[in-house]
């Protein structure tokens, strides 16, 4: 969890600032997500992939929600 400082200056941050603090981290990220053993780059991609899947299906049934007037559970 962040600061509430470290929030304050997230906010202060223009959107190509933070756009730039994306990109760097990205670049810092990326090579450690191909690192290990293949089975293990495999399985840390599945995870990804189960993880990105439930989100977007959360935020389909948020819409869903929403564009039928019913309240989230």
Known sequence: MLSDEQLAVYRRMTPGERLALTFEMLDFSFPQLLRG???????????LNRQ????NENMLKGLS?????????
């Open 65 to 73: 929600r929403a564009a039928h007037g019913q309240k989230s559970s």
């Open 37 to 47: 053993p293949k089975d293990v780059v495999d399985r840390r991609f599945e995870l």
């Open 52 to 55: 990105n899947d439930e989100r």
